[in-house]
């Protein structure tokens, strides 16, 4: 079952601030981020693993937390650059080290 | 850097047609996948493999098959194409199946098909 993600799609004036949320039915071993810019493929952003860490790429960073088998994607003063289509994919427990489940995407547009 | 290419951008073709996807990669990945991107629906993996001749069904294998007959070769079979085969097509690859967690996908620019 696809990980849900939310909300589908924001709008965001340049510096301001959003959260990405995506939660899966079962037990995560990683989450993975991406972000498709529109008509090309999606380039990787980040992995967070089970610990509850939390990592950053410039001025975007994500949380995870195992218990609530749930990933948070934090746009901080965005940018232009960042619109895009945002996707998390879920690496379950019991399929670890083999694939990978991606959400529906949530679409970002960061408007000057 | 890692390339993924495929074989078309665009591809119109008709329904019972039997299609091909080829996807290609120069960094010689083990792992390479077959998605489909639906709006509002994602990414949905088709087929994976892990190593050569091997294969494994995705979440929507139905109406598929695949091929993989060298390492840096992936290709998609639409035996028979529909109309509900009408998507985005993209293929990834990834230098392993690692044990302490899956490893960073390496997208192509994706196939958009359209079936008549």
């Known amino acids: 079952q696809q990980p849900v993600q939310s909300p589908q799609a924001v709008i965001l004036r340049e510096g301001e601030d959003a959260v990405i949320n995506c939660s899966s039915s079962k037990a995560l071993y990683s989450v993975h981020w991406y972000r498709q810019k529109h008509g090309e493929a999606p380039v990787f952003l980040m992995i967070l693993l089970k610990g509850g860490e939390q990592k950053g790429h410039d001025k975007i960073s994500a949380s995870f937390n195992e218990k609530k088998q749930q990933s948070s994607l934090y746009l901080t003063a965005s940018q232009l650059s960042y619109s895009g289509t945002y996707f998390c994919?879920?690496?379950?427990?019991?399929?670890?080290?083999?694939?990978?489940?991606f959400g529906g995407g949530t679409r970002v547009l960061v408007k000057p | 850097d890692v390339k993924v290419t495929q074989s078309s951008r665009y591809l119109v073709k008709r329904t019972g047609e039997k299609v091909f996807l080829e996807c290609v990669q120069d960094m010689d990945h083990e792992n390479m996948f077959w998605y489909r991107q639906d709006p509002g629906l994602g990414l949905r993996l088709i087929y994976f493999?892990?190593?050569?001749?091997?294969?494994e069904k995705g979440d929507i294998p139905e109406g598929y098959s695949v091929s993989r007959e060298k390492k840096e070769r992936f290709s998609l079979i639409l035996e028979s194409a529909s109309t509900n085969q009408t998507s985005m097509y993209l293929c990834a690859s990834s230098p392993r199946l690692g044990i302490a967690g899956t490893d960073t996908q390496y997208f192509g620019p994706g196939t958009r098909l359209t079936v008549l």
């Open positions: 994919g879920t690496e379950s427990v019991e399929a670890a080290g083999n694939k990978l489940t």
């Open positions: 493999s892990y190593d050569v001749k091997m294969k």
